[in-house]
């Protein structure tokens, strides 16, 4: 099985900054089966990106996808107050879906 | 617009069965598959495994072989995932999620249904 790890567990940031957010896989992801959602507190997780680097219908332009192989970045070029949640990876290997333990992004 | 919606919460004693459902509406129902996901209190998201509602094949995560059982309706479609020898670790909130399948990501999502295990 995939394990996906992310990084930072927490990332404190103010509106209006960047947010950089990693996930690691333990061996190779297709890149097609790598995805991202948005969690916020009492809500299903909501699709962002899907293929690596697509966006989902609805999310905004300033959320982006990139990387390859093991490695892969969600990027969010200036934050909203609306995009503080929590962010999961996801990915489809060895007939399985896996998701990493999540990254917080919080209001500092 | 597409909705899923799911059953209540539900409270159940240690080694019991619990039994989620998850209705279907807004688009073709045996066109898409459904996935289960669980995520315990404050943790992460768990894949449980999937139904083909067409035609009720499904694959489970390994861990929990032996233990789950998910079965589908086409008369009200509808999917229901079924848990049995209940743990207070199987203490979580079962979302139920669709696939366009072979696309290996989960469009639509459930609002989730509690399960809670405890004495």
């Known amino acids: 099985e995939i394990v996906l790890t992310q990084s930072p567990g927490t990332l404190s940031l103010s509106p209006g900054e960047r947010a950089t957010l990693s996930c690691r896989a333990s061996?190779?992801?297709?890149?097609?089966?790598l995805t991202w959602y948005q969690q916020k507190p009492g809500q299903s997780p909501r699709l962002l990106i899907y293929?690596?680097?697509t966006r989902a219908t609805g999310t905004p332009d300033r959320f982006s996808g990139s990387g390859s192989g093991t490695d892969f970045t969600l990027t969010i070029s200036r934050l909203e107050p609306e995009d503080f949640a929590v962010y999961y990876c996801?990915?489809?290997?060895?007939?399985?879906?896996?998701f990493g333990q999540g990254t917080k992004l919080e209001i500092k | 617009q597409v909705q899923l919606v799911q059953s209540g919460a539900d409270v159940r004693k240690p080694g019991a069965s619990v039994k989620v459902s998850c209705k279907a509406s807004?688009?073709?129902?045996?066109?898409?598959?459904i996935h289960w996901v669980r995520q315990a209190p404050g943790q992460g998201l768990e894949w449980v495994g999937r139904?083909?509602?067409?035609?009720?094949?499904?694959h489970y995560r390994q861990r929990f072989q032996g233990r789950v059982t998910m079965t589908r309706d086409t008369s009200t479609s509808t999917v229901f995932m079924e848990l049995s020898s209940l743990r207070p670790e199987d203490t979580a909130v079962y979302h139920c999620?669709?696939?366009?399948?072979?696309?290996?990501?989960?469009?639509?999502w459930g609002q989730g249904t509690l399960v809670t295990v405890s004495s």
């Open positions: 999620a669709r696939e366009i399948e072979g696309t290996c990501f989960f469009d639509y």
């Open positions: 807004g688009y073709t129902f045996t066109s898409y598959l």
């Open positions: 139904i083909n509602p067409s035609d009720g094949i499904t």
């Open positions: 061996q190779s992801v297709i890149s097609s089966h």
């Open positions: 293929g690596a680097s």
């Open positions: 996801q990915q489809y290997g060895a007939s399985s879906f896996t």
